[in-house]
């Protein structure tokens, strides 16, 4: 009966993870769940990010209730902590305890329970990654659960746009690690490197093809191009580069070069915006995408877009915040509006809900304060772990791809946006693996007594 032991923890696992939720009285929610909520169930693409995620709510809620969706994200997620944790420190007695231990500290010191509860495709970032190392360095002996992993993979992968650059920075860092001969990645050959490579780049198929079969186009992003666009207005690029050549060639922001927003997220969101007064996200696209390439190709300007690339860099270094999302959200918005299509029982339990009462304004500084200690501890204590030589090979690997992961994060999410839940959506990993190597080490040293 041990099987039913783990799928007993598995559940209570999942249960504390979605503790925030159950506090707020209804799943937390974003201004874009809206938007994921209405792809789902009305089968259109979104312009701005892919309909995966979409698809995903609108099936695990089985047309009825948002609580399953929270539900079904903290079962993949205490699935795969298991597994992983399994292969780590599974030899160690008492594993279920020690494995419930953990998830329970995690929620006192980490960002996993607000990631666990919220209504967002970020909770596929921590999804993806830990499948993505089980493909690599736990790959299961069943060629059947071999493929549903992938399957698995393929489908958290393509739920936002941040995610295969960010798994690309993971591959390319193992591949060059194993180039230069370093004994910890052994155990992973150039051929299972490879056919994980190709697995990632299939979502360049596997995206637009979804989006085909939902009659949004053979595309990946529909408005990709707006992002980068709007970081290129932030950083002065993009005024730098009218003033220059407006006189010469007729962009039509040349009337609006002296009122541009000096944040990007001005730009594409605010109703009062150039991008809406000029058509919205639909138009003029060919003069968006030559402008940036204009910028992309010369160094004057490039070099102003990168020296603002770098302060954007350094600021999310340091944004490791949970709550700041967790806005009023009512009837009157985005998610109220698709609630009340799609969820009419659930009107009342998200109107009464926490959240829509503006209670967690202010609420959560003493946590971040704890989350950012909690993090900052974790990542020095793996780096130094990483070249302990107590600390078993398997998890240095999982220690060395978390590196790997933060940094292809941060690239690519400064790239073209920003803000703490890009970060703090991984963060916990960090805590997680500190508490598996404290436990190694521990182990290691009762042992030599």
């Known amino acids: 009966m041990k099987w039913a032991q783990t799928i007993f923890v598995i559940i209570l696992a999942s249960a504390a993870m979605l503790l925030p939720a159950f506090f707020n009285g209804y799943p937390l929610l974003y201004s874009d769940t809206g938007a994921y909520i209405a792809s789902g169930f009305e089968g259109s693409v979104p312009g701005d990010r892919p309909i995966t995620y979409?698809?995903?709510?609108?099936?695990?809620?089985?047309?009825?209730?948002?609580?399953?969706?929270?539900?079904?994200?903290?079962?993949?997620?205490?699935?795969?902590?298991?597994?992983?944790?399994?292969?780590?420190?599974?030899?160690?007695?008492?594993?279920?305890?020690?494995?419930?231990?953990?998830?329970?500290?995690?929620?006192?010191?980490?960002?996993?329970?607000?990631?666990?509860?919220?209504?967002?495709?970020?909770?596929?970032?921590?999804?993806?990654?830990?499948?993505?190392?089980?493909?690599?360095?736990?790959?299961?002996s069943?060629?059947?659960?071999?493929?549903?992993?992938?399957?698995?993979?393929?489908?958290?992968?393509?739920?936002?746009?941040?995610?295969?650059?960010?798994?690309?920075?993971?591959?390319?860092?193992?591949?060059?690690?194993?180039?230069?001969?370093?004994?910890?990645?052994?155990?992973?050959?150039?051929?299972?490197?490879?056919?994980?490579?190709?697995?990632?780049?299939?979502?360049?198929?596997?995206?637009?093809?979804?989006?085909?079969?939902?009659?949004?186009?053979?595309?990946?992003?529909?408005?990709?191009?707006?992002?980068?666009?709007?970081?290129?207005?932030?950083?002065?690029?993009?005024?730098?580069?009218?003033?220059?050549?407006?006189?010469?060639?007729?962009?039509f922001l040349c009337s609006y070069k002296d009122s541009l927003p000096n944040n990007g997220s001005d730009f594409l969101w605010l109703p009062e915006s150039i991008l809406y007064k000029t058509g919205g996200w639909n138009a003029h696209s060919q003069e968006y995408k030559s402008l940036n390439k204009a910028i992309l190709t010369n160094p004057t300007y490039l070099k102003i877009y990168l020296e603002h690339f770098w302060k954007v860099f350094t600021f999310h270094i340091l944004a490791h915040k949970v709550g700041e999302e967790l806005i009023p959200l009512g009837l009157n918005s985005p998610p109220g509006w698709e609630a009340e299509a799609h969820f009419k029982e659930e009107l009342p339990q998200l109107l009464s809900a926490k959240q829509a009462q503006d209670y967690w304004h202010g609420k959560l500084s003493g946590l971040n304060q704890i989350l950012f200690y909690s993090f900052f501890g974790s990542a020095?204590?793996?780096?130094?772990?990483?070249?302990?030589?107590?600390?078993?090979?398997?998890?240095?690997?999982?220690?060395?791809?978390?590196?790997?992961?933060?940094?292809?994060?941060?690239?690519?999410?400064?790239?073209?946006?920003?803000?703490?839940?890009?970060?703090?959506?991984?963060?916990?990993?960090?805590?997680?693996?500190?508490?598996?190597?404290?436990?190694?080490?521990?182990?290691?040293?009762?042992?030599?007594?």
């Open 142 to 251: 069943s060629k059947w659960l071999q493929a549903l992993l992938a399957i698995m993979y393929l489908y958290s992968a393509s739920t936002h746009l941040t995610h295969l650059p960010t798994h690309l920075a993971i591959l390319a860092g193992i591949g060059f690690f194993k180039a230069v001969k370093w004994r910890l990645l052994s155990g992973v050959s150039w051929l299972k490197w490879s056919l994980i490579l190709l697995l990632m780049v299939s979502n360049l198929v596997w995206i637009p093809a979804i989006h085909y079969a939902h009659k949004g186009g053979w595309v990946i992003s529909k408005n990709g191009h707006l992002f980068m666009t709007a970081r290129f207005i932030e950083s002065n690029a993009v005024k730098a580069y009218l003033d220059d050549h407006c006189a010469t060639e007729n962009f």
């Open 380 to 449: 020095i204590l793996l780096l130094i772990f990483l070249f302990l030589p107590s600390i078993p090979n398997t998890n240095k690997v999982f220690i060395l791809c978390l590196f790997l992961m933060y940094l292809g994060n941060l690239l690519s999410v400064c790239i073209a946006s920003s803000g703490s839940r890009y970060n703090t959506r991984v963060d916990w990993l960090f805590v997680f693996m500190a508490f598996l190597s404290i436990i190694a080490v521990w182990r290691e040293m009762k042992a030599k007594l």
């Open 54 to 140: 979409g698809l995903f709510l609108r099936h695990a809620s089985l047309a009825h209730s948002l609580w399953f969706v929270i539900a079904a994200q903290a079962l993949l997620l205490s699935s795969l902590l298991f597994a992983v944790a399994k292969k780590l420190i599974g030899h160690l007695r008492h594993f279920h305890a020690w494995f419930l231990l953990i998830i329970f500290g995690l929620n006192l010191v980490s960002s996993l329970p607000w990631i666990s509860s919220i209504l967002l495709a970020d909770v596929f970032a921590p999804i993806s990654f830990l499948l993505l190392y089980i493909l690599l360095f736990q790959t299961p």
